[in-house]
């Protein structure tokens, strides 16, 4: 019931942008997107509860289609601060909750 | 506020001892949670609990222990560790389901 992430793991330059894919096999009800740096815990970024949302701060913002079971978080501009592992989640029917696989994003000068 | 309180912050268990990790949030949350992220594995749902008195499995619940007697904590009990337990284990919280969620800063813990 995991979702999968793509890419696994991408190197930017400052400056430059990012796409992170989530998608689910299963039906997504919701999409919640976090961030981890190293050694750290995971903090949030955002929840998209319907279809079709769209949300955003700063400069990072997500999209999710429910129909395709899929969203997508939009990094732009990226600092050296955005570093870190990108993981999306989503509860199922039963309350549980199931992290994405990952996706390691460097920023380098 | 404090958030979300986990003790200890490093632990090393011999195999067969048992533990447990506390974990505390002063929010007023109603759901709470514990995962273990192992290197190449993300972090997996090991039992959570979606108010006092109700606890339910996650996806790794073998081997572990919960219990839910107030709002506020939600320890996690290893009932006789092995070393496929060596694992980082976060607690987190959030006033519902598809809400925030919290975490607390992680329990390193080593099964020799």
């Known amino acids: 019931q995991q979702p999968v992430q793509s890419p696994q793991a991408v190197i930017l330059r400052e400056g430059e942008d990012a796409v992170i894919n989530c998608s689910s096999s299963k039906a997504l009800y919701s999409v919640h997107w976090y961030r981890q740096k190293h050694g750290e815990a995971p903090v949030f970024l955002m929840i998209?509860?319907?279809?079709?949302e769209q949300k955003g701060h700063d400069k990072i913002s997500a999209s999710f289609n429910e129909k395709k079971q899929q969203s997508s978080l939009y990094l732009t501009a990226s600092q050296l601060s955005y570093s870190g592992t990108y993981f999306c989640g989503t509860y199922n029917a039963g309350n549980q909750f199931y992290f994405g696989t990952g996706t390691s994003l460097t920023v380098i000068p | 506020n404090a958030g979300v309180t986990q003790t200890p912050k490093f632990q090393v268990l011999k195999t067969g001892q048992s533990m447990t990790l506390q974990c505390a949030q002063d929010?007023?949350?109603?759901?709470m949670s514990w995962y273990r992220q192992d290197p190449g594995m993300g972090l997996r749902l090991i039992h959570y609990s979606v108010g006092a008195g109700i606890t339910d499995q996650g996806e790794v619940p073998n081997g572990y222990n919960v219990s839910r007697s107030t709002t506020e904590d939600f320890p996690l009990r290893l009932l006789s560790a092995a070393p496929s337990q060596t694992s980082v284990y976060f607690c987190?919280?959030?006033?519902?389901?598809?809400?925030?969620?919290?975490f607390g800063q992680g329990t390193r813990l080593t099964v020799v």
């Open positions: 998209l509860l319907k279809g079709g």
């Open positions: 987190a919280s959030s006033y519902l389901t598809n809400t925030e969620a919290f």
């Open positions: 929010m007023n949350h109603e759901y």
